[in-house]
Each structure stands twice: as C-alpha cells, then as structure tokens.
C-alpha cells in the first residue's frame, strides 16, 4: 500500500453514466416484486409504509454491486482506507438521499406514481434515525457521505443504539418531555445485521501472569454483531459501509440459575450485554462518567479494530500488523473512542505477541484526534478505578503509556510542573483527551479559531511539546442534503445561473454566481425561492405543528442544542425587549418590522437549566402569541423536537440565522454552514466557523455583534459583574424584569427565579455584556430587510461565497494534512 495523497481536488470529473440504467417501468417491476416476495403483500393491498420499505430495498439491491467492488477494491488495491471512529452519526432519512446518489430518483417518481403513490407520501413513511446529539453526530454524516462521493475507501464505525436521541414534547407549562425514541418498532430496510461477521468483546476480571505473560482474564464478554448500512457516494459509483454494532448476548439463558428456579436471575446476564447498545447518551458538549458509557465506548471500538484486522487480514493467524497502518487509518471523533489507543496496543501485545515498541509504533501511525470543544468539562476524563474494574489490562497499559510519555517529556527538557500538568494518567483519573493527542499522529481542532485556541489554551503544553501534530480542519456540511435535497427550489436556481449541476459535487463552482447578484432579475428569481420555500415551511408547520405562521414576516431561526455557551437565553431576553417596545408603543408604524421567531432544541434531560430555559421559550412564546396587541408584528414559535428534518424543511425557509455564542466557546458550528448556503443572513459573534463564514461571504454581508475571544478574556480578569450590565441598558433590565416580576408565569415571580439569579450573579457566558450590541444591530438588519433586493442580493452572496464549506472540502483537507491517502483507482 502506497498511502500516497495524489494531491489536492481529488476528483474532479463524475462518473455519470450508472452501471447498470433501469427505466422507472422496470424501477417499478423491482417495488413490485419486493412487495409481494418480501412484504408479503399485493399492490392493492400496499400502503405507503410497505411500498417505502420496498422501494429502499429494492434501491438497496441496485447498489449491491457496487458495495460489493468497492469492498474488493478498498481490500485488494494500494489505496489506504480511513476509518471513522464515532459514538454517534445522525443520519436523517435514507431513502431520497439513496435515490439521489444512487441516480434514482426520476425512475423512482415514475414508478411510485405508477403504483398509484404520491412519492414525497413515500419518502415522508420513513421513520427518522436520531443516532446522535446534534453537531458531532451529524458531522460524522456529512464526512461519509463524502469520503464516498469521493471514491475514498472508508468504513464508519458506530454503535446501533436501540433508542436513538429522546423525542421531545412540551407539557402545558412548556416544559420539555422526554420520550423514548424506539425508532426500530417497524421494518428497518437500510440495516443489514450480518450475524457472521460478529466480534467477541470482554469486560472485568484480571490481569495475571503465565509464562512471564500478562494475560487478562475477563469476567463477562458480550457479543458484537454488525448491522452495515450503506454509504453511496452522489455519482461516484463507490459505495462505503457503515458498520454499527449491536450488543447480544452469550449466555443466551443461565441454566445453573434457572435450574435453582431463580428464572428472573437467569436471564440477568442477556439483560447486562443488551443494555450495552441499548440508548445514545443525550447529554451533548457535557461529560457523563457513568460505567455504561464506557462500555458502550470499549464495546464500539473493540469490535471495529478486529474488524479491520478481519477485512483486511482474511483468514491470516499470523498477519504482518506492521503493514496495519498502511490499510486503514483510524480518525478518533473527540474522546468517545479513544480507549481504542491502548485496545489496539493489548491487541498487538496479547493477541498477536507484538513487543512494546512495535506495538507503539503501529497504535500512534494508526490513530488521529479530532476535537471538538473547548469546554474543559466536554473533555472526557475516567475514573482509573473505573478502567481497573472494566478494563484492568487496558488501565496497566494507560500507565506504561503515561511512564514512557513523562520519559519522553523529561528528555525533551520539558519542566517538571508542566510534565505534572500533562500527566495521561493522573493516580486517579485518566484523561482521554491527553492521551489521543501523544497515542495519535494528528490532533485537529475543527475550525481554524478554535485549532489556533486549541494550540493557546486548551492543549497549550501539547502544542509546545509536539508543535508538528496541531493542524486545524474546518467543518463542512454535505450539499447533496443541505440543498439539493432540501432545497431543491434554491438548486434549480444555481443550476439555471451556472448553466451545470457540476457544483453538487464541487461547491467551489458557486463562486459563479458572484457576477449574478449584480443581476436585479437573477436576485429577484433568487428571492421567489426564498418566498417560495417560506410557503412550504408555513404549510409543514401547520401540519406539523399545527401553528399559524405569516408568511409575510421575516423568519428568524435559532435552532441548535439547548446549552448557556450557545447563549439562547440573549435571543430570548432581546426578543422580549422587543416585545416589550412593542407594548409600549416605542416603534412607529413604519418602523414595525414582522417578525417571526422560530427556536429548536433539544435540553440534555438533567441540565437544569437548559430546561427551564425551554420553558421560558415556551411560556414567552405563549404570551406575545396571545397578546392582540403585538400580533402581526412579532411571534414566537419554539418547535418541538428539532431533528434532521425539521432542518431541512426550516433551514431553507429561514432569513435571518442566529449564531450567537459566546466567543471562544463554539468550537466550530455547522448549521451555521448550512444556513450560509441556503442563503440566510446570519447575525452571529466572532466565534468557530463563524469567523470563516464572513471572511468568505464579505463582512459587510453578515451582522456581527459582541465581544472577540480577547475581549472576554479580559472581562473575565477584569472581574465580570453582569448587574452593572443590567443596570446600563434599559432595555436589558426591562426584559429581566418581565421575567422576574412573573409575566410569564401567570405572576409566579419564583417560575424563573433561579435563571434571573444566575443571569445577575453568575452569566457565565457573559450574554449580558453582548446584549447592548446584539440588540443595537437589530436596527441595521431590520433597515436592510426593508430593502428586499439588497437583502437577497447579500443572501445570494453568501450562497455564492460559501461553497469552501462543504463537507468534500473537509474531506480533502483531511486527505492531504492528515490521513494522506486518496480515491480509489477507478
Ligand atoms: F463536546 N459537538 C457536539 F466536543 O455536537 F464532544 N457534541 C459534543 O459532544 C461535542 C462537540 C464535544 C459539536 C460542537 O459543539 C460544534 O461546535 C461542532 O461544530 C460540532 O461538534 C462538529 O465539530
């Protein structure tokens, strides 16, 4: 294997013509078949739901062939593979984006219209999969669809939750509920669950010695089967594997206990493995050190590091590892999976008889670190006690890992106190980020302000010691989804002006419609998609939500997990000072600018104050919807459960985006990304890929408000007292009062007590000391949408600039500064 980046744009031309054309009458033939053979029913008798898993499998069938070579080519030819290594990947909805990729779609809309089926009844009959939280999840996504439509070989890794992401409603106090989200209650055509590809996983027991060995000694073992999902590139004629394990049982029943009649005891170890793979962990950007989750984090990567050893290895007892990183390189999303480093190290050491040093030498060429956070409390740190229990071998290694890392530190002449503070293993605890950054060969922060504060702050003494393993990669988002699939208005558009389709799969091309925005007819046709997906949203939100949007209002969007660092308590506080001026009949007549305000997000269920922020949305919303007084002129809506779709039918309609995080907490953001390219505005801080964004997009298209990182730096030195900022604005103290004095609690001055304290008191992301600026640029937003075609022709601007933001930009970064391997030969 040569490993060799053939450098940068690493495909340029498509590969069109498909392998094997079907006509939408035989597409047709093939649902029917599926329908009778495998769903057992006749087109008569066939509703949406059938006729949607028979049409995913009969997609699924169609790209067999291609998986199949690809899987010969990613084994046999020289091209290394990149394994993606991640607790979570929000896929959304599989079927349109099969179709799309799989060039489909028209055949599919001729055969389902011949079955007698409108075919979005068809696509909508999908349930969706919420495998993730939010940004990362979703990240991991985009990168795959990519890598195929690339034509780079490459497997996700996951784990096949059994209830995906809560499902979210409100109570009548507006209060968040937590649902389960069992999203596997009908037929799931897209999985495969192949039962002969499983992989042993153990956990307990001890570490003893045999021969001058360490061997461990496992108490329990679970059994990991993969259930492959297919990742076809758009026009590549690659089709990739997303492998997710799922966690069963051994002992299928515990005869020794049944026979003792304690039957309910029998079948407790089945019940322990299955638990495994049981639910995602909701807390998103916040750590959770419970046993379970590392499990989960163990079970994942054990079975996918002797799955690669198995792909690429068939049937070798003795295979050369040395070779292992040639094969595959391993890229660890955040810290869920870095207990691969020291499980790929006991492998090469126990199961293969590798010495140290070899061993090493393989595990860090093998592995690359992707952060994504600053917050210290996102960093994931164990307990060893923990690891002793769980995983005792693997914590005897984490130490010899962490001697040989303060050896190599001491040599290097790095001080005493700064070896101290850099220590992977702690006496107690293990810090996990540590230890990808010295198990790894890279260390990429997701932005280019967050690498650069990455590099500062957060993994300072890294970035000192081992200067050469920083390296930055910026976000991207797949347009194939985010607006070809979702807005498919806003494409038709970009395909008129470019004259070609080529840009879906080389974005850079929307710098061609730069000349456009100069076109007043061009801009015009540009804002009628706009109105024209406002129509739809307004029609989605009726029947999703059964609300009453105008449609004639400017629509204001923050959706985005619930978190005080991304700050929805400033939106909400500016938008009831908006209300308020509004009441008093502060704004003239012709200064009245409708607005509608739409909130998503979803609360991690024990972040107090993430909820009770929920609420106030809610119980705000519910008041100024009320009120007579305002209507027409301002309305909030927050939609329940914020998920892949409510994005792709909200993102498209929305004009003005809100990316308002405090600066230097936002590692990067990528609804930002998908908002740009559909062609909203964004009012946002200089914060992750925000900073990106207007440099792209030109600052003069896009509101930028609030303090730099060096700013709130200095505040926090400075001593932070946000009362004085309460004091200073009449507006902000206006707005804290109506929440205090009960406004929006039916008069019940506690409702929101505890979020009025911590904002006075506390505001530990400083929302406060941005509001004056973020509600003093409302008036610049507000004169520009009085203008429409000003308006649009700096929407059609950020269209036309963020093209670099595209997941296949992304991708190629990572070919070239990390991973260094390309597409396969075609
Ligand atoms: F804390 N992100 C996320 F870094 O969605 F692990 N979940 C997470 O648990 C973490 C990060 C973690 C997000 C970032 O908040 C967002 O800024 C970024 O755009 C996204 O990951 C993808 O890089």
Same mark, same amino acid.
């Given at each position: 294997?040569? !490993? ?36 057992? @029913? ?80 068809? @696509? ?10 939010? *940004?990362? $999840? ?65 956990? *307990? ?15 329990? &073992?679970?059994?990991?089967?993969? @259930? ?32 003792? &009649? ?26 959770? $050190? ?24 068939? !049937? ?71 690891? *002793? ?86 976000? $991207? ?68 939500? *059964? ?225 004056? &600026? ?27 600039? &963020? ?24």
């Amino acid at each position: 294997k040569t !490993g060799n980046y053939p450098g940068r744009k690493v495909r340029m031309t498509e590969i069109t013509a498909p392998k094997s054309p079907v006509t939408a009458e035989q597409f047709a033939d093939e649902i029917r078949e599926q329908l009778k053979y495998t769903q057992n @029913v006749t087109p008569e008798q066939a509703t949406a739901a059938d006729v949607y898993v028979a049409a995913s499998k009969a997609v699924r069938n169609h790209l067999a062939d291609a998986w199949f070579k690809t899987q010969a080519d990613t084994v046999n030819g020289d091209t290394k593979a990149v394994g993606y290594l991640s607790a979570e990947f929000l896929m959304g909805k599989q079927l349109e984006n099969a179709l799309l990729n799989a060039g489909l779609t028209e055949q599919f809309d001729a055969a389902v219209e011949a079955l007698g089926f409108q075919p979005k009844d068809i @696509v909508d009959a999908e349930y969706e999969p919420g495998l993730g939280n939010g *940004g990362l $999840g979703r990240l991991a996504a985009c990168f795959i669809d990519s890598l195929a439509s690339l034509g780079v070989p490459a497997f996700g890794y996951g784990i096949q939750y059994k209830y995906g992401i809560f499902k979210q409603t409100f109570d009548e106090n507006g209060k968040q509920v937590e649902t389960p989200d069992y999203w596997l209650t009908n037929e799931e055509p897209w999985g495969h669950i192949d039962y002969n590809r499983d992989q042993k996983v153990s956990f *307990g027991g001890e570490v003893v010695e045999e021969n001058g060995k360490k061997v461990w000694k496992p108490a329990w &073992s679970v059994r990991a089967v993969p @259930v492959d999902y297919l990742v076809p590139g758009y026009k590549s004629q690659r089709v990739n594997t997303l492998r997710l394990w799922t966690a069963k049982s051994y002992d299928e029943f515990d005869l020794l206990a049944f026979n003792k &009649s304690e039957y309910l005891d029998a079948v407790k170890p089945q019940v322990k493995a299955e638990n495994i793979s049981k639910i995602l962990y909701p807390e998103d950007s916040t750590k959770v $050190g419970k046993e379970l989750r590392l499990e989960q984090q163990y079970f994942f990567v054990s079975a996918s590091l002797h799955d690669a050893i198995r792909v690429f290895y068939p !049937g070798e007892a003795k295979p050369d590892l040395t070779t292992f990183p040639n094969k595959i390189t391993f890229q660890l999303n955040d810290t869920h999976p870095v207990i691969g480093i020291p499980e790929l190290m006991r492998i090469l050491i126990d199961e293969y008889d590798y010495d140290w040093d070899t061993a090493w030498g393989i595990t860090q060429k093998t592995f690359n670190y992707t952060c994504h956070t600053l917050l210290p409390e996102a960093l994931e740190v164990w307990p060893a006690s923990l690891i *002793g229990e769980l995983l005792p071998r693997h914590l005897e290694i984490i130490k010899k890992i962490n001697e040989q890392f303060e050896d190599e530190l001491k040599d290097k002449g790095v001080a005493d106190e700064t070896i101290e503070r850099m220590r992977i293993y702690t006496g107690d605890a293990v810090r996990m980020a540590y230890l990808a950054t010295y198990g790894g060969s890279h260390v990429n922060g997701v932005a280019e302000l967050h690498s650069q504060l990455l590099k500062d702050v957060t993994l300072k003494d890294f970035s000192d010691a081992y200067p050469d393993k920083f390296t930055n990669v910026t976000n $991207g988002v797949t347009p194939r989804r985010f607006i070809k699939l979702a807005n498919p208005g806003l494409s038709d558009l970009i395909t008129e002006g470019l004259g070609t389709d080529k840009w879906l799969s080389d974005l850079d091309l929307l710098q061609g419609l730069v000349p456009l925005a100069k076109d007043d007819e061009f801009v015009k046709k540009f804002a009628a998609v706009k109105q024209a997906n406002k129509h739809s949203f307004v029609a989605f939100a009726k029947q999703h939500y *059964g609300i009453d949007v105008d449609e004639n209002t400017l629509f204001n969007t923050m959706v985005k997990r619930l978190h005080e660092y991304k700050r929805q308590s400033l939106k909400i506080l500016l938008v009831i000072s908006q209300y308020a001026a509004l009441k008093k009949g502060e704004v003239s007549a012709e200064e009245i600018l409708p607005r509608t305000v739409f909130f998503g997000a979803k609360a991690a269920p024990g972040y107090y104050l993430a909820k009770l922020t929920i609420e106030l949305i809610n119980n705000v919303s519910k008041v100024i919807n009320n009120d007579p007084d305002v209507k027409g002129k301002l309305a909030v809506h927050m939609l329940p459960n914020y998920n892949i779709e409510m994005a792709q039918n909200l993102i498209p309609a929305t004009e003005l985006d809100e990316q308002i995080s405090q600066a230097g907490k936002e590692a990067s953001g990528t609804g930002n990304m998908k908002f740009a390219l559909n062609g909203a505005l964004t009012v946002g801080t200089l914060d992750g890929a925000n900073v990106e964004i207007r440099e792209k997009v030109g600052a003069e298209n896009f509101f930028l408000f609030g303090m730099t990182v060096d700013e709130v730096e200095k505040l926090y030195a400075d001593g932070y007292d946000p009362a004085k900022y309460y004091e200073a604005d009449p507006r902000l103290k206006q707005a804290i009062e109506l929440v205090a004095n009960g406004t929006f609690s039916n008069g019940d001055r506690n409702a929101y007590a505890p979020l009025v304290a911590d904002w006075l008191t506390k505001d530990w992301f400083m929302a406060l000391a941005d509001f004056s &600026s973020y509600a003093d640029i409302q008036a610049q937003i507000e004169k520009l949408y009085r203008d429409p075609l000003e308006w649009n022709r700096k929407a059609l601007l950020n269209v036309a600039n &963020s093209g670099y933001f595209s997941s296949d930009r992304s991708m190629e970064d990572y070919l070239e500064r990390i991973w260094h391997t390309g597409p396969l030969a075609d």
